[in-house]
């Protein structure tokens, strides 16, 4: 059963049109995370939560937010998608932050037209 | 600023082998390292976890070790399989944030 759930696998959004790619998980763990990952490069962390704390990357365009109404979802908006915002975005969870594995859901491949 | 290094983008070896790739990084002591795999259009998935304390770690045919003065972890797989085939991540703890390298592909041929 799959514990991470990203929807959609796959987004196709127009060039400035908002859009937003959810994660789910049945894990009950305290800490969500969301990366950024283009091709054959390092999954680059965009921004965490540790329950409902938020930490955001220094890096991170102002044009990302997240949002984590509940344990279970976590959001991630992309207020005015450009070009080069097309990637793989990863949403990972783990039970505690630090020492301890992360359970990864399948990805939702973003393009940008 | 930390930096993390996989030492080649891509390694092919013969099947029944052994792999071995290295993951170097700089500017930061990790209290923890671990390695994942990621087939391609998946997500990555979790193989082994090893701590600053720990030297060597083993899941039957994966290996880790984790050398803290020379700043490296390796990671083998012995009797390599075609089934290995796939890019292999290091990830380290900077600041209990989990921070990739770009990995090294893993071509194991028949």
């Known amino acids: 059963d799959a514990m991470v759930i990203q929807n959609p696998r796959y987004q196709v959004t127009q060039f400035g049109k908002p859009v937003t790619l959810s994660c789910s998980q049945t894990?009950?763990?305290?800490?969500m995370y969301w990366y950024q990952q283009k091709s054959s490069q390092a999954p680059k962390l965009l921004f965490h939560?540790?329950?409902?704390?938020?930490?955001n990357e220094a890096d991170t365009p102002d044009n990302f937010q997240s949002r984590r109404p509940n344990t279970s979802f976590c959001f991630l908006d992309i207020r005015s998608p450009g070009l080069g915002d097309a990637a793989m975005y990863l949403c990972?969870?783990?039970?505690?932050?630090?020492?301890?594995?992360?359970?990864f859901g399948q990805g939702t491949r973003l393009t940008v037209v | 600023s930390q930096k993390i290094e996989q030492n080649s983008e891509a390694l092919n070896i013969q099947e029944g082998k052994t792999a071995t790739l290295t993951c170097n990084y700089t500017n930061y002591s990790p209290a923890y390292l671990q390695w994942y795999r990621q087939d391609p259009g998946r997500g990555p998935v979790f193989l082994l976890l090893i701590r600053e304390n720990e030297k060597e770690k083993r899941k039957e045919r994966l290996k880790v070790t984790f050398d803290t003065t020379l700043k490296q972890s390796l990671f083998h797989i012995t009797a390599s399989q075609p089934a290995d085939s796939a890019t292999y991540l290091c990830a380290l703890d900077i600041n209990n944030d989990m921070r990739f390298g770009a990995g090294t592909r893993l071509t194991v041929k028949p």
């Open positions: 990972a969870t783990s039970r505690v932050q630090g020492d301890t594995e992360a359970f």
């Open positions: 894990l009950n763990h305290n800490v």
């Open positions: 939560y540790y329950d409902k704390d938020f930490n």
